[in-house]
């Protein structure tokens, strides 16, 4: 597609219910990025995609997040027995791999846990 | 390890005057900075970059920014703010030897624009 498209778009869940939020990033970037933005706050890492591999998954806040990548292409973050602190915009972006390469961001998914 | 620092968190700027906004990085070789701006509401968009090709770098709506390597400084400034700037902007860093393509944001600047 032209730019990183990110589903859904919103999600509201309950307290305890897992959820999947899918990247889906520009055709031919190999580098692919999940950030967190809570409301007011700056961008948080939680991991990046080489690939179908993570060189950096340090960001991932608990072990109830993680993420993978199939074929290179679309990305997913699972969130298992969501809290409320866990209500945020979720980001992905992509960039093609080397130096001097800008990263392109989706809109991103705001996850609001009730 | 590669870092960015923000020194101010909010800039208030009137209409018309000078913006400038602060970033210092660190960085173990040789960094790609960018600046991103994130309207209310809107997604992330890229300002400008530098790449080593030239220290001052220009980019989008009349904004440049500066890269001394002395300094390990990437300040972003415009000659005349117009409302339309209102946004918060990030100062990202980027080393391909020392980190692969990750890359790492500063905590933001909000600028405030008064007529």
């Known amino acids: 597609g032209a730019g990183v498209s990110q589903s859904p778009s919103n999600k509201v869940t309950e307290k305890g219910k897992d959820v999947e939020l899918r990247c889906d990033p520009i055709?031919?970037?190999?580098?692919l990025y999940w950030y967190r933005q809570s409301l007011g706050q700056g961008l948080e890492f939680l991991i990046y995609f080489q690939g179908n591999s993570a060189p950096d998954k340090s960001g991932l806040p608990s072990d109830r997040f993680s993420a993978e990548r199939t074929g290179g292409s679309v990305s997913t973050l699972t969130i298992q027995r969501t809290q409320q602190e866990d209500s945020a915009v979720y980001l992905c972006a992509s960039s093609s791999y080397g130096g001097h390469t800008e990263a392109f961001f989706g809109q991103g998914t705001r996850l609001t846990v009730v | 390890a590669q870092s960015v620092t923000q020194l101010d968190s909010h800039v208030s700027v009137s209409e018309g005057t000078p913006v400038l906004l602060r970033c210092n990085y660190s960085?173990?070789?040789?960094?790609?900075l960018f600046w991103y701006v994130q309207h209310p509401n809107k997604g992330l968009q890229l300002l400008l970059k530098?790449?080593?090709?030239?220290?001052l770098v220009k980019g989008i709506n009349g904004f440049e920014a500066e890269f001394k390597k002395s300094e390990t400084s990437f300040h972003l400034t415009k000659p005349s703010a117009h409302m339309s700037d209102a946004a918060e902007y990030f100062c990202v860093v980027s080393d391909l030897e020392a980190a692969g393509n990750k890359l790492t944001f500063g905590g933001g600047t909000r600028v405030l624009v008064k007529p």
């Open positions: 055709s031919g970037h190999t580098a």
């Open positions: 530098y790449t080593s090709a030239a220290t």
């Open positions: 960085s173990s070789y040789s960094p790609s």
